[in-house]
T-cell receptor, first 115, second 117 residues
């Protein structure tokens, strides 16, 4: 009964070839996040959506884009992946105040390898 | 600015030893939440605990316990009688008040725990 589903689990892409990672949720949470986690590092926030309102972190490269066509789905697009973009990409969701659960729910992640 | 510091990069223990993972945080908010997550080699983040800033009660869950002290801005995690299955990277994280949609989870650098038989 996974509530935040990330596809694919593993992705290999060629240097410079656009790639899209997907995240879907069955929780109806307002907020969705994308984190990048490189080997032996902490997860780093790339951007998040509050409903349709997009919030980019100041140091997120322009190469990274996101789309949220509806509440359930959020996509991470990497327009021209470089070798340094090899990482685990984690999607998370969160409800806003007013619900019982204030926690973040993470997906299992997508391990992206750029070759 | 918010910040989480996990000074211990790696800890190695022998099975059945007790081990404490340290976490120190910085925030100007009066309402905030602290978390611990476990990340096994498979990569998913496993939620362990959430504590809000108004609740300084220590918590125990089986072999796990947490000590929250606002006076020292610390939220330490102790595993009693460690087991090999406890081997993982552990992250401490901080989030400001959840009212509104613009806050985020800030992670510490993580502590890699290796438990040897």
């Amino acid at each position: 009964d996974a509530m935040v589903i990330q596809n694919p689990r593993y992705q290999v892409t060629q240097f410079g070839k656009p790639v899209t990672l997907s995240c879907s949720q069955t929780l109806n949470h307002n907020v969705m996040y994308w984190y990048q986690q490189k080997s032996s590092q902490a997860p780093k926030l790339l951007f998040h959506y509050y409903d349709k309102d997009f919030n980019n972190e100041a140091d997120t490269p322009d190469n990274f884009q996101s789309r949220r066509p509806n509440t359930s789905f959020c996509f991470l697009d990497i327009r021209s992946p470089g070798l340094g973009d090899t990482a685990m990409y984690l999607c998370a969701t969160r409800p806003i105040t007013g619900t019982a659960n204030y926690g973040y729910t993470f997906g299992s992640g997508t391990r992206l390898t750029v070759v | 600015a918010q910040k989480v510091t996990q000074a211990q990069t790696e800890i190695s223990v022998v099975e059945k030893e007790d081990v404490t993972l340290d976490c120190v945080y910085e925030t100007r908010d009066t309402t905030y939440y602290l978390f611990w997550y476990k990340q096994p080699p498979s990569g998913e983040l496993v939620f362990l605990i959430r504590r809000n800033s108004f609740d300084e009660q220590n918590e125990i869950s089986g072999r796990y316990s947490w000590n929250f002290q606002k006076s020292t801005s610390s939220f330490n995690f102790t595993i009693t009688a460690s087991q090999v299955v406890d081997s993982a990277v552990y992250f401490c994280a901080l989030s400001e008040d959840f009212s509104g949609g613009y806050n985020k989870l800030i992670f510490g650098a993580g502590t890699r725990l290796a438990v040897h038989p």
